[in-house]
Nanobody, 116 residues
């Protein structure tokens, strides 16, 4: 059974930081591109960041310079370090595993709330 389990969300003040984690099981983790998405209330899910199987990151413009995606293949874990958080970052954050243009597996999401 493939499982992606996010953690690390919570309530933080604007300007603060959080680190999200997504632990994968049941798949060959190092063979998958890993991604983070967000979904704010009443809005469509949108791309945040990805990291390729080779470790190359890519970011949405809205988070570039503030967020850092990384992966630890030995721990089957992908991270999203979020700095300089803004109220507009408030959303449920999901991790996904797939290729660079597909998403085969999804986690359940973790809530991030940024107070202003």
């Amino acid at each position: 059974q493939v499982r992606l389990v996010e953690s690390g969300g919570g309530l933080v003040q604007a300007g603060g930081s959080l680190r999200l984690s997504c632990v994968a099981s049941g798949l060959a983790f190092r063979a998958y591109t890993m991604k983070w998405f967000l979904q704010a209330p009443g809005k469509e899910r949108e791309f945040v960041a990805l990291i390729s199987t080779g470790g190359t990151p890519y970011y949405a413009d809205s988070v570039k310079g503030r967020f850092t995606i990384s992966r630890d293949n030995a721990k089957n874990t992908v991270y999203l370090q979020m700095n300089s958080l803004k109220a507009d970052d408030t959303a449920v954050y999901y991790c996904a595993a797939g290729s660079e243009r597909s998403n085969t597996y999804w986690g359940q999401g973790t809530q991030v709330t940024v107070s202003s």
